[in-house]
């Protein structure tokens, strides 16, 4: 069974870019034909789509955060990464990676503060 | 910009049955827009109980069931349980431009 873990720094200043990676186990990322998503939760609210990547390597964001994304996938280490910009105390969440939309890592929380 | 929506909250009673509801602001939900729902509790990721309208996700017992009733997206929980109590999202494919979109959630209280 597919898991999915998230990595990366907890705390980023503003106006500097949030880099996450997902680790991929229990299955190749080259395998089948998924895509592979990055979803975001602020503390006490809803869940949002930031955007995926399929293992051709094209994308798809969400309009709102579109200038600001960035998704790569290494199928060499079988990861998944997340890059966002310009980062404010708004992109402050729980940052989700998953297969598709269905298996899901456990989120890592990620505080924008300088 | 095209907002999906669901019910802030509902309540329902130990051994009874409540349907959530996914909709648009504009428009329909229909099986194409393939409705997957979710299931959170505090502290946790969310847990994907339906996908593509109806299909259960492995483990999730059968008294969770997904449909489209009228125009929108539907999860029935049938003899709701304590444990039930959470928050349910659902989310909709809008297009390959937009791609998916949440609902805001639903806080099911179990009393």
């Known amino acids: 069974q597919v898991q999915l873990q998230e990595s990366g720094p907890g705390l980023v200043k503003p106006s500097q870019t949030l880099s996450l990676t997902c680790t991929v186990s229990g299955g190749s990322i080259r395998s089948g034909s998924y895509y592979w998503s990055w979803i975001r939760q602020p503390a006490g609210k809803g869940l949002e789509w930031i955007g995926h990547i399929y293992t051709s390597g094209s994308t798809n964001y969400n309009p709102s955060l579109k200038s600001r994304v960035t998704i790569s996938v290494d199928t060499s280490k079988n990861q998944f990464s997340l890059k966002l910009s310009s980062v404010t105390a708004a992109d402050t969440a729980v940052y989700y990676c998953?297969?598709?939309?269905?298996?899901w890592g456990q989120g890592t929380l990620v505080t924008v503060s300088s | 910009q095209t907002v999906v929506t669901q019910e802030p909250s509902f309540s329902v009673s130990p051994g009874g049955t409540v349907t959530l509801t996914c909709g648009l602001s504009?428009?329909?939900?229909?099986?194409?827009?393939?409705p997957t729902w979710y299931q959170q509790t505090p502290g946790q990721a969310p847990r994907t109980l339906i996908y593509?309208?109806?299909t259960r996700s492995s483990g999730v017992p059968d008294r969770f069931s997904g449909s489209i009733l009228g125009n929108k997206a539907a999860l029935t929980i049938t003899g709701a349980q304590a444990d039930d109590e959470a928050d349910y999202y659902c989310?909709?494919?809008?297009?390959?431009?937009?791609?998916?979109?949440f609902g805001g959630g639903t806080k099911l209280t179990v009393l």
């Open positions: 989310v909709l494919f809008l297009g390959s431009g937009i791609s998916w979109v």
């Open positions: 593509t309208t109806n």
């Open positions: 998953a297969r598709e939309i269905l298996a």
């Open positions: 504009s428009g329909s939900v229909s099986t194409s827009y393939y």
